[in-house]
């Protein structure tokens, strides 16, 4: 074999691949697609968060308060004592929802110490206000509303 004997160059293959799928797809598919699944994905969420019932709804359901004593789209409930065979929740249901609304013992202090004479009385916990009077011929009124 002579120095001068050339060797052969190996063949390169000069085929282009053809382009993939995604290389096809225009740029601004690219990004449109993934932002409306996250549109999508958001009204979902937020349709499932609105058909959670507000803590006054849970405790009147869990307490079997009529769903009469709701308002404001969940955001109300008012608890109106019956007295002496009147019209009215019973005090063990104001005090169910109490307890599932998690008020504080100072709040079921003053609600238990108001007198006819004391008027209005409002009580914030949480995200809750409450406002109660109390008169012996009416028993005890409690508004919740909820923030």
């Known amino acids: 074999m002579s120095d001068e004997q050339a060797i052969p160059a190996p063949e390169v293959e000069t085929e282009v691949p053809a382009p993939s799928f ?3 797809v225009p740029l601004w ?3 449109a697609v993934p932002a409306g699944l ?17 803590k006054l709804e849970a405790a009147a359901e869990k307490c079997e308060i009529s769903a ?3 308002g404001d789209e969940g955001k109300t409930l008012i608890l109106d004592m019956k007295v ?4 009215g929740l019973p005090i063990e249901d104001v005090v169910c929802a109490l307890a599932e609304l998690n008020v504080s013992d ?17 009580a914030e916990w949480d995200d809750i206000t409450a406002t109660w ?4 011929d009416e028993g005890l009124d ?3 509303v909820q923030k």
């Open 142 to 144: 409690v508004i919740l």
């Open 68 to 70: 009469l004593a709701i």
């Open 22 to 24: 995604w290389s096809k």
């Open 84 to 87: 002496d065979g009147g019209s």
């Open 106 to 122: 100072a709040v079921l202090s003053q609600m238990d110490s108001t007198r006819a004479l004391d008027g209005k009385q409002t």
């Open 38 to 54: 996250v549109v999508v994905l958001v009204g979902v969420w937020i349709a499932i968060a609105a058909n959670q019932p507000t």
């Open 133 to 136: 009077t109390y008169h012996p």
């Open 29 to 31: 598919v690219k990004f």
